[in-house]
């Protein structure tokens, strides 16, 4: 039986990624990430929510369960191997919004605007990028 030690090392490892496979997990949580803050337009406006705002509407559960998803891209981007300070400022974005969304209603229609979870994933389109162009 592994020790709790070997546990956590293994699940915060930040394994060395072929092109392919980092490719392959980007859009994994770009898709994940679009269906929780953006998958349906409101009919006749430019607004979209997802997912996690409906789900979020389920007192306490809910925003739980969603809280836990947007972890899981945070952790994604960990092991992608994003900077201390840019998995701090998607920590901080999934904060704010489990703590708002922990407000009935109001946090509800926070949680649709705000889009925590997309805008984590434009800090780490921000890094890839600036990881091309080092590299060029």
Same mark, same amino acid.
């Given at each position: 039986?592994?020790?709790?030690?070997?546990? %956590?090392d293994a699940l915060l490892a930040r394994p060395a990624l072929s092109a392919r496979e980092r490719t392959r997990r980007l859009n994994?949580?770009?898709k994940l990430a679009w269906l929780l803050d953006a998958a349906v337009r409101l009919p006749g406006t430019r607004f979209r929510f997802g997912l996690g705002a409906v789900v979020g509407l389920t007192p306490a559960a809910g925003?739980? %369960?969603m809280t836990a998803i947007?972890?899981?891209?945070?952790?994604e981007a960990y092991r =992608?191997? =994003?900077p201390t300070k840019t998995i701090v400022r998607m920590l901080g974005n999934v904060g704010i919004e489990a703590l708002a969304g922990s407000v009935p209603v109001v946090g509800d229609v926070f949680? %649709?605007?705000?889009? %925590?979870?997309l805008r984590n994933i434009m800090l780490i389109d921000a890094h890839e990028a600036a990881t091309r162009q080092e590299k060029n």
């Amino acid at each position: 039986m592994p020790r709790l030690n070997e546990t %956590a090392d293994a699940l915060l490892a930040r394994p060395a990624l072929s092109a392919r496979e980092r490719t392959r997990r980007l859009n994994r949580i770009k898709k994940l990430a679009w269906l929780l803050d953006a998958a349906v337009r409101l009919p006749g406006t430019r607004f979209r929510f997802g997912l996690g705002a409906v789900v979020g509407l389920t007192p306490a559960a809910g925003d739980a %369960a969603m809280t836990a998803i947007s972890l899981y891209i945070v952790y994604e981007a960990y092991r =992608l191997g =994003l900077p201390t300070k840019t998995i701090v400022r998607m920590l901080g974005n999934v904060g704010i919004e489990a703590l708002a969304g922990s407000v009935p209603v109001v946090g509800d229609v926070f949680d %649709a605007g705000f889009k %925590a979870n997309l805008r984590n994933i434009m800090l780490i389109d921000a890094h890839e990028a600036a990881t091309r162009q080092e590299k060029n």
